[in-house]
């Protein structure tokens, strides 16, 4: 499967996100280093890889969403 890879900006226009919030906030908190980006031939830019970031990209919101049990072992999200 190849890659689709994105410079801060290219990223930062798809997913609506200023480039200095996904330079410093989400890149170290969210984003993983060879996961969601790397640093080609060990220099200082980054690359974004596109799949790794749409396939995950809603996934930190979801753990952090309050859930209630139910009685009947379903889940309430709230």
């Given at each position: 499967?190849?890659?689709?890879y994105l410079t801060t900006d290219q990223l930062a226009d798809r997913i609506h996100y200023d480039a200095r919030t996904?330079?410093?906030q989400l890149k170290d908190s969210v984003l993983l280093e060879g996961v969601h980006y790397i640093r080609p031939f060990g220099g200082r830019k980054l690359l974004f890889i596109w799949e790794a970031i749409a396939r995950d990209i809603g996934n930190a919101s979801a753990e952090r969403a309050p859930s209630i049990p139910m009685a009947n072992g379903s889940v309430l999200h709230g």
């Open positions: 499967m190849e890659a689709t996904i330079r410093s």
